[in-house]
């Protein structure tokens, strides 16, 4: 089993569409959570933190739920420029390596 | 530009070969980690080093790879007589290290795209 496991999708959403990618870890001592963006396999770039409180941050919103080691990011109002790969993220080691899900594909068509 | 600095942006190389992956971490910056995405996969850590130190070395290969981060100047990923396989992006992030690694992100390079021919 994938320590960190997701959809690979591909998500096809119109502008203006409201879409949400979930991902589960495998690994219940994780410590931190993240979502990273990456656009065509250019470097991942820092979306959110996520944490189990959910935090917003314009139209992304995290939410971490522990007790069933899920973790979701939710988009509003999709813009073309939010087509991406969007990777979920979790730190399980004291020495900070990261572990990434495989990543979802979201197409934001007009 | 503070951010990691990643060179070369592409390297091709012929079986066989040895490739030089370079990085700089940020400004301030202690902790080198270094991951690599082969093609239609996602990202997976191979090593972490601290200046002069390899900390966690654990998704290397256990052959033709070594990886180093001296005193001055950057972090090396040295691959050994490379085959096709090694195809891959290789990227490298930073972070300031302290006390608190396990909560922080990391900012990654722009990667190095190694073809093998």
């Known amino acids: 089993r994938k320590e960190v496991e997701q959809d690979p999708g591909p998500f096809n959403v119109p502008e203006g569409a409201t879409v949400a990618f979930n991902c589960t870890y495998s690994?219940?001592?994780?410590?931190?959570f993240f979502w990273y963006r990456q656009d065509c396999r250019k470097e991942p770039k820092l979306l959110m933190s996520?944490?189990?409180s959910g935090n917003e941050d314009g139209r992304f919103t995290a939410q971490l739920n522990r007790a069933s080691q899920y973790i979701s990011l939710l988009i509003r109002d999709s813009k073309l420029s939010d087509s991406a790969t969007y990777l979920c993220?979790?730190?399980?080691?004291?020495?900070?390596?990261?572990?990434f899900g495989q990543g979802t594909t979201l197409q934001v068509k007009p | 530009n503070a951010g990691v600095m990643q060179n070369p942006r592409h390297l091709v190389r012929r079986r066989g070969q040895e490739a030089r992956l370079r990085c700089s971490p940020m400004?301030?910056?202690?902790?080198v980690y270094w991951y690599r995405q082969l093609p239609e996969e996602g990202l997976k850590f191979m090593v972490y080093?601290?200046?002069?130190?390899?900390?966690?070395e654990s998704g290397m290969p256990k052959e033709r790879f070594s990886a180093e981060f001296p005193k001055e100047g950057p972090s090396i990923l040295r691959i050994q007589q490379v085959v096709r396989g090694d195809s891959a992006a290789y990227f490298c992030?930073?972070?300031?290290?302290?006390?608190?690694?396990?909560?922080?992100?990391?900012?990654f390079g722009d990667g190095t795209r190694l073809s093998i021919l």
């Open positions: 400004k301030g910056h202690s902790h």
């Open positions: 993220v979790v730190i399980t080691s004291n020495t900070g390596k990261l572990i």
């Open positions: 080093l601290q200046k002069e130190n390899i900390i966690d």
């Open positions: 996520v944490y189990s």
């Open positions: 992030a930073s972070s300031p290290g302290g006390q608190s690694l396990s909560n922080q992100p990391q900012h």
């Open positions: 690994n219940s001592a994780s410590q931190s």
